[in-house]
């Protein structure tokens, strides 16, 4: 695919390109996006994240024997090549030969598991899926022979996680089930950025000295990496469900809900920075344009060329209103006709994806959707340096006692995915919403954070012992005892997945820990300054 820029090289441009168009930026506030570490991140977490995307497509296409199927399979190896780039750019071109053979491997087997499911080969499934299972320990082990701060077992877990999930959203597909597959879709992306995320994390932790934080504080980066995500993540839905339009495809409902739920977390996003009546303003401009490419498929599949035009007029206003809408949020860092251009190019972007698709130049169709899901994270990275120059404080990290150290646990509601500092390991179970309570698994936040848990069967009791500290918990009841001092929850502890379940805030408030709450993506972040000693000694305890 000649036509196709190297993705790394777009996203290595990114900081370069944001301070040529928009120089007022550059230099207008202390705490920043950007530096080598969070760089490295978002290249991680966009490329894996787009990994899982084209994965999902390609054997949607395999399996419906679509004459894009070849085009869409070049993608995903040119997303390959541009990860293998990246590998190599750390570890020397060895390792990212290495790599991208290790790669490109396991999109064999995800093939393999198309190829027999459409010859309802059974054994041919579970071949590939055993293969699959054998990738993640290979994998696994290559990893941590590169960077001691991976281990082989958690990416091995981790890697089970995204097969297992890529697995489900093809088979739900094959069934028919549209929205469970689409949802599993999203679940894909969402745990691939987090596998960037902890990636990243490893090599920053290795060499220090090459990849530094230089200006940007950590809750700066992980606004970055909401709206980059999603951004990106809305550019990939857009072109799918365009495609699903114009052929009427049975699963056009499901992947528009997709795009309309990842339309949801973005004004979510909005929201939790500007407030609900932003956020409903927003969603109400973004769900619009939105509208407007579906009458740009209608119009195409009408062959009506006057409504066509009309649609890409309003596309173009759009991108006005839009500005404006932000420019009166923050007046001091948006532009009407900065946004305004800057979203040019992603209507352009789709509607070449589009036209191209329609036309049967399935090349071009591809090299136009990685070009919008990139330019989208560009335009995520405008986004979140606006509002940290607006909004100084907020993203300030705080200062720690001398000392001490701040400890990061990190987790998603309906993910298994469990971060503590540099470390990703996996639950049995996923934090959920009951009763507007945020719930999580006892167990593995107790021990996170370094506690012993005992749990008696026949009572149904849960003791978490933290230093000095011993807490009762009983399943079904609204009250704990701490250290024999009865203490009221405000909601039961309940028994789910066969796990005890406790409230979150409760909990990490009653040992000092901060909650913070990632509206953009359902995420918890939790918080602590610990002494040097107590850390080494939890993070002993995880090893």
Known sequence: MKT?????????????GLTLIFP?????????????????????ESLLGEHAELAIIAMQKGIDGAADFNDVAAALLANGDDLSAAVGSVYGDAAGKAFKGLWSTHIGFFV???????????????????KLAKYGTDFGAFLESANP??????????LKSHVSQLIEAFDDYVNKDYTSAYKAEREAYAHMMHFGHVLADAIVKQYPDKFTNEGASVASVDLRSALDGLLSEHG????????????????????AGALMANSDDLSAAITSVYGADAGKAFKGLWNTHIGFFVD?????????????????????????????????????NFKTTDIAAA??????????AFDSYVGKNYTQAYASTREASAHMSHTGDYLATGIVAQFQEKYHDPKTPNGSSVMKIWMKIGSSSLAIDNKSMMMDTAPFMWESSTYVPLRFLAEGIGANVT????????????????MTFWVEKDTMELNGVTKAIGTPVVLRDGRTQVPLRFITEMLGWDVAWNESDWSITLSKAMPMEQGMKMDAHMH
């Open 236 to 255: 990939s839905l857009a072109v799918l469900a365009m495609q699903k339009g114009i052929n009427g495809a049975p699963d056009f409902d499901a992947a």
């Open 343 to 352: 979203l040019k190019p992603h209507v352009a972007q789709l509607i070449r």
């Open 4 to 16: 196709m820029k190297p993705m790394v090289k777009t996203f290595a441009m990114a900081a370069l």
């Open 296 to 332: 740009y498929v209608k119009a195409t599949a009408a062959k009506d060329e006057a409504k066509r035009k009309e649609a890409l007029d309003k596309l173009n206003q759009y991108g006005t209103d839009f500005g404006a809408f932000l420019e009166s949020a923050n007046p001091n």
């Open 24 to 44: 007022s930026l550059a230099s207008a506030h202390s705490y920043s996006i950007k530096s080598g570490s969070s760089d490295l991140r978002i290249t991680l």
């Open 112 to 130: 393999d598991y198309v190829t027999a499911t459409s010859k309802k080969d059974q054994a041919g499934r579970q071949a590939a899926l055993d």
């Open 149 to 158: 701060n991976l281990k082989a077992a958690d990416v091995a877990e981790g």
């Open 455 to 470: 749990w008696d069967q026949a009572s149904q009791t849960a003791w978490v012992k933290a230093g000095k500290d011993t």
